[in-house]
Every structure is written in structure tokens, then in C-alpha cells.
């Protein structure tokens, strides 16, 4: 069977998994240097996934490094000092049978080997190699900053890209560069080798990084395996607090409407809500909310969707450890656009009081939210690379695992709460993206900012 097979029948399969007594499924150990090694067993397919997580990404960057976190992922797959070129380390790639990416997101930074789990010390060795001693070849670092600016192309032919970079402004400036990993193009066309080993000295160290590893492995072998491949990666500074980004300052409310090539109106709504770890119940508020206003049974959706106001309706907050946004998407026609806003504010006044959404709501959005919290589970790469890598960069592993069960106990009286403290009567940026002869003909003004 092919290594594509395995991956797929992977993802289609239920797990196995080695769980501690408290019905984890993580088993983990921190050795001497800090680094945090994380197995999750699963035996269901002979595959193994090998991650490094780092806490790195857009909340790091200020506007001279803006990008270069993702940047840096991309130089992460060239030359180290055991494999000198990226042709002899494709050409490893190959012998291992590795299929391998990563990605760069505001909070963490992550990158994955996936192969037969019968190379998996090798694999070990080869991430280790890799992640410890890149030699950000000049000419390998020309090369990529092409590759990233193509990124950026193909990004910006995007229909929506322009009205949401412009949110993303008005949300953050006039710190935005820490709220967007894909940076600015001068930055990254601009990028040099001293700036890609400061990024190294300052956030890649084993006491601010992950190694996560899933599939067909045991616990004990891997962190032997981790003794023997990473004790020799030297702890450096603790990265923050002294490198925690800024405080956001006040939120101006204010309506942006830019050209996007959609058939229709494209309507946001967008608020600064809890971080993580600093407001954690609220977070947990906001979570339900999340579930709450994308249920088609409910009144919010029944009000502007079933009635035609609008074709589309739902959002909800994105948990961060760094001001998580909460957001209002709706999709409708230029003659209905400013009425569309002018429900969704009255609806929203209503959900600052007890009662908006029925108790069968509420029980839905709680088997809704433990549900997730066992089918993300199923396909071990994707947990490993995408839930854990995120959790354990923005809150932690225990965070994480206990999430579903804060959320199944937030009550109608907290859900108000966290409506009226973050959404009802505060600033709030107001988006609306057409063309431009049907913006024109929405009627919407700087009126729809006032409560």
C-alpha cells in the first residue's frame, strides 16, 4: 500500500489510542534542556507523524519582521549542517518516504514528517538535524523569498482579500503586523540571513518548543529516541514574557467597504474578545457562542436567514491567547444589505439577555462542542499538527483537554454576560465588500457603527 493509501485510511479510521488513567490521549515527558515531547499512540495504520511546534509566528512580529515567521518555515526545509543542500535533503525525503509540510499561524509555528513508522528513527534524527542547525544558505534565502511573494500573489487573487486585509486593519492597527502571518511584502522581499538567525536565537529553543509525535509508536521508544536526538539542543532564553507582543490600544469603531469580485454583498461584523489564559471563562462564553450562532434551529438564524433578509449567516469567536476576534459573516443582496445590519444589531441586543436561545440550543451546542472534542481525535496526523501544536502554543495541553467540559457548563446568564461585555454597545468594525456599482447601492453609512 502506498504511503498516500496509509494516509488516507488514517484519516478515515477510528483511533486507538494509549491513553493516561485520566483518559488522555497524550503521554508526555519535558526533558532536561525544556523541550516538551508529546506521544500519542495509535497503531491503526504503520504511519508515524513527527512535529515540532514552536511558539513563534505573526503575535512576534513587529512591523520589520512582519512575515519572516513564515518565511523562516519555508528556510526550515533547506540546508543544515547534516544535510548542506536542499537537493541532498529532498533526496532524503525520498529515502524515508516522508511526506512533509508546515505552516505558520499567529501563535504557533509547526512542521511535520510523516512516513512508514518503520523509519522512525531516522525520521527522529532528521527533524533533529533540521531543526537545530539550519544554515540559511544566502542564495537558498533569494530563492524562497520569491517563493513566499508567490504565496502573497495567490493570496491576493483572492476575491475577499482586499476588504479583509482592510478589516484586519482597522481591527489592529496600528499593530496589525502581529495579527497576520502571511507579513508584508516589503518586509519579506527585503529579508536577510541576520534576520532569519535572530528569529533562531530568540524562539528556537527546546524550552519554547513542542516535539509532538503520533501513529504507530510506543511512549517509551520515543522519548528514548528523544534523549538520544535532542538532548544536545541547548536551552536559551525563555522568550517571553520579554518578547510578549504589545497591548492592543482602543478599538475606533469604523466601516470599511472596499471592491471584491463576489455576486452578491459581502457583510462582516468584527470584535475584539477574551485571550486566553487572561479570560478564561469568558473564552469559554465565547466558545458556546461560536456554536450557538452557526445552528440553523436557532432565532439568530431563523431571523436572517429563514426570513430572506440575508442567504448566509454565522461566526463566532476565535479562541487566542492575544485578543480573540468575534465575528458576524452574512451573505445577501445590495437592496437588503443595510437592513441585514440593522437586524443583526437587534439580534444581538436580545443575546445580552437570558433567554435568546432556548434550552434545546443550548443542548445542542454542548453535544456539539464534547462531540468535537473526540471526533478531532480520529485522524492522528491532523491532531498532532493542528489541534495539539496549536493548544499547546496557546494555553496548554490540560487547557485544551478540559475545554469541552468548561464550555458543556457555561450558563444562558454567562452567555448574556459575555454578549453585553464584548459585543452590545461596543466599538466594532463594520465590513461590506461588492462590486463597486453594488456598493453604491447599499445605502450603508457610518450610521450602521452607532447602537
Known sequence: MSLLALLLVAAASASAWGQTKQGSPYKTMTMDNGLQVVVIENSTVPLVTIDIAVRNGSFTEPDEFAGLSHLYEHMFFKANAAIPSQEQFMKRVRELGIVFNGYTSQEVVTYFFTMPSRNLESGMKFMSDAIKNPLFKPEELVKEREVVLGEFDRNEAQPSFVLNYALDSALWMPLVSRKQPLGQRPVIKTATVEKMK?????YYVPNNSALIISGDVKAEQIFDLARKYYSDWKRGNAPFPAHN???FGALQS??????????DIDLRMHFRGPSIGRQNDDAYAGALLSTLLNLQTSRFYHNLVDSGVVTSAGGGY???MNVGPISLYMRTSKEKARHALDIAKAELKAMAKPGYFTAEDFSTARHIASDESIFEQDNPMNFAISTTARWWSMASLDYHLAWADHISKVTPEQLAAFVKKYIVDHPMVVGVGGERAALDQTNITEE????
Do not use: F, G
Open 198 to 202: 535572530m528569529i533562531k536565537d530568540i
Open 245 to 247: 507582543p504589545p497591548a
Open 254 to 263: 469604523r466601516l470599511v467597504m472596499r471592491d471584491a469580485h463576489v455576486p
Open 318 to 320: 476565535n479562541p487566542s
Open 448 to 451: 450602521v457603527l452607532k447602537w
